[in-house]
């Protein structure tokens, strides 16, 4: 599967932003997606993941509550909405994709995902 993100822009702090992460060439129903993001100097983070089936979700503490993934089976595409941005959130993001994965997998900070998207930078002033 290829993977193609797009959304990310300057937004004050406050605003809000959704990312999208178009998938080709798999059968998306079948992979588990998440959106990554890597901060200038600090290490990959898992923000968010979505099962396969879109029925199960996973946040890091630093987003809960202010991020939501969803993905759109039409489509192909998976979203991060993100509000409240704050200027912590500034960072490159990637979507990734694995096949067949659990949430918990694919989110562990030690995994190393199958396919990644190209990244899109989110910039948030304050």
């Known amino acids: 599967v290829q993977l193609q993100a797009s959304g990310g822009g300057l937004v004050q702090a406050g605003g809000s932003l959704r990312l999208s992460c178009a998938a080709s060439?798999?059968?998306?129903?079948?992979?588990?997606m998440g959106w990554f993001r890597q901060a200038p100097g600090k290490e990959r983070e898992a923000v968010s993941c979505i099962s396969s089936s879109g029925t199960v979700t996973e946040y890091s503490d630093s987003v809960k509550g202010r991020f939501t993934v969803s993905r759109d089976y039409a489509k192909n595409t998976v979203y991060l909405q993100m509000k409240s941005l704050k200027p912590e959130d500034t960072a490159v993001y990637y979507c990734?994709?694995?096949?067949?994965?659990?949430?918990?997998?694919?989110?562990?900070?030690?995994?190393?995902?199958?396919?990644w998207g190209q990244g899109t930078q989110v910039t948030v002033s304050s």
């Open positions: 990734a994709a694995e096949f067949a994965a659990e949430v918990t997998t694919l989110c562990h900070p030690l995994y190393q995902p199958d396919r």
């Open positions: 060439g798999g059968t998306f129903s079948r992979y588990a």
